[in-house]
Nanobody, 115 residues
Framework: QVQVVESGGGLVQPGGSLRLSCAAS????????IAWYRQAPGTQRELVAG???????NYADFAKGRFTISRHNAQNTVYLQMNSLKPEDTAVYYC?????????WGQGTQVTVSS
């Protein structure tokens, strides 16, 4: 069983920045496949950015140039640096961890971009 905990959300003004953290515990190996998703009210959950099993990163178009995903392998922790935030970035941000035969989600962290 893998536990996934997100943190770092909050209220920020447009143009501001936030850094989200995702800590995955309970795995006895380095988790390669970790990704950030988000879900705004009334919308489907969508991919923001992630690492795939091969170690490559991928970003949603809206995240390119503004968001950066990084990781600390030894701690199975992934970060999402979000800059130039816009009101439309307001959502609950979730972390998903994929391991052989299973996937785990965190409880999410709220990001609100508003003046």
């Amino acid at each position: 069983q893998v536990q996934v905990v997100e943190s770092g959300g909050g209220l920020v003004q447009p143009g501001g920045s936030l850094r989200l953290s995702c800590a995955a515990s309970g795995a006895r190996f380095t988790i390669n496949n970790i990704a950030w998703y988000r879900q705004a009210p009334g919308t489907q959950r969508e991919l923001v950015a992630g690492f795939n099993s091969g170690g490559s990163t991928n970003y949603a178009d809206f995240a390119k140039g503004r968001f950066t995903i990084s990781r600390h392998n030894a701690q199975n922790t992934v970060y999402l640096q979000m800059n130039s935030l816009k009101p439309e970035d307001t959502a609950v941000y979730y972390c998903k961890v994929v391991v052989p035969l299973a996937e785990f989600w965190g409880q999410g962290t709220q990001v609100t971009v508003s003046s």
